[in-house]
């Protein structure tokens, strides 16, 4: 017989893989894995990802991290911004492409006048060869060749069909300088993925259930933007590897086998992240938010707040003003006690950015 979870355990469960229910004392770098990176539009999304799961987290850990090129800023996932491990980058970001190459297609190479997008990938491999250019630097040069178009037309084609990284300062937690890219292998160094096709998906589908499952082949799909996924779920579930569980409503979730599922119990407030795949890029969001508290949460323009977590569900949303204090929005009720709880991980957010 299946077994059966509730939304609380669903949730508990998410929380605890995510270093969510209590800080951890481990490496950065090992807490970037086990998210399969952090989203990284907010070039300080990530340290305030690792702040809430590390126990006495430093801002400059990730920066030495991003400084000796153990971890990279590339586009990757969905066509969206991770800071990652370099090593998962070169392996995941092949399995990316078909949605880069989309909204290169999309959403840049149909505003090309005369050039075409591979003359102007071209191009850009050659220009970017052994050095660093600025984004507009390269939009710039790009213009030089191909007179007709727009600079930032050229640039995003760039971006979306070449695995470059934005280098260091931009991306450090003062970094303020403006975006630069270089190849991927330029910056790392030259090789090859450790793993391809659909033992890369695999693979994939397994950091992604040792992070955030169990979970519903439609939220593995969700978070990774790729599809298809389901006979591959399907037969790691024949091959044992995987088990599968009765959700909530009775939808199918499925996780690593022996993995795991942590019962109801008292949950300390959180506050998550800008971007942070718990809440963002989630089919499966109703384990950690009411869905009309998340639609409150959504901006026009497509940046996101922090999230504050209390009880181990979605209450409110959080931001840090210019002058470096923390200003909080509940959005549901909350009691005085959680409040209370709340202005401590505020305070703990202060002093990180102070």
């Known amino acids: ?97 078909p949605v880069l190459d989309a909204e290169l297609r999309r959403n840049h190479a149909s505003k090309l006048v005369t050039a075409t997008a591979e003359q102007v990938l071209a191009d850009a491999d050659e220009l970017l060869a052994g050095r660093e250019l600025r984004g507009a630097e390269l939009g ?11 600079p930032t037309v050229l640039t995003a084609i760039a971006r979306c069909g070449l695995p470059l990284v ?8 003062r970094g303020k300088q403006a975006v630069t890219y270089q190849r991927f ?22 950091l992604y259930l040792r992070g955030f499952g169990p979970a519903t082949v439609q939220g593995i799909q969700t978070w990774c933007g790729l599809t298809g996924l389901r006979p591959l779920v399907v037969a790691m579930e024949a091959d044992w590897e995987l088990a599968r569980l009765s959700g909530p409503d009775g939808e199918d979730l499925y996780d690593l ?13 959180r506050l998550v992240a800008p971007f942070d795949n718990v809440l963002v890029a989630q089919a499966d969001r109703r384990r950690i938010a009411d869905e ?7 901006t026009a323009n497509g940046a996101s707040p922090g999230f504050v977590l209390v009880d181990g569900f979605l209450a ?6 210019n002058d470096g204090t923390v200003g909080v929005e509940y959005l549901r009720e909350v009691s005085a006690k959680a409040r209370r709880d709340v202005d401590a991980e505020v305070d703990r957010v202060e002093t990180f950015v102070g």
């Open 257 to 269: 086998e022996g993995l795991d599922i942590v019962d109801d119990g008292p949950v300390p407030p």
């Open 166 to 173: 934005q280098v260091p300062p931009r991306g450090l937690f």
């Open 185 to 206: 292998d330029d910056w790392v160094g030259p090789g090859e993925p450790a793993i391809a096709g659909d033992e890369a998906r695999k693979d994939l589908i397994r």
């Open 1 to 97: 017989m299946t077994e059966q979870i509730s939304r609380r355990q669903w949730n508990r469960t998410l929380l605890h893989r995510q270093h969510l229910l209590e800080r951890v004392e481990e490496d950065a770098i090992e807490i970037l894995d086990r998210c399969v990176g952090l989203q990284a539009q907010d070039p300080r999304a990530p340290f305030f990802g690792l702040l809430s799961r590390i126990e006495g987290f430093d801002s400059s850990e990730l920066d030495d991290l991003l400084t000796e090129r153990e971890v990279v800023r590339i586009a990757l996932l969905r066509s969206t911004l991770f800071v990652v491990d370099a090593e998962d980058a070169r392996w995941i970001r092949p399995l990316a492409q």
């Open 316 to 321: 409110g949303t959080w931001r840090v003003r």
């Open 140 to 150: 710039a040069a790009l213009a030089t060749r191909h007179p007709d178009e727009q």
């Open 292 to 298: 009309e508290v998340y639609r409150r949460t959504v």
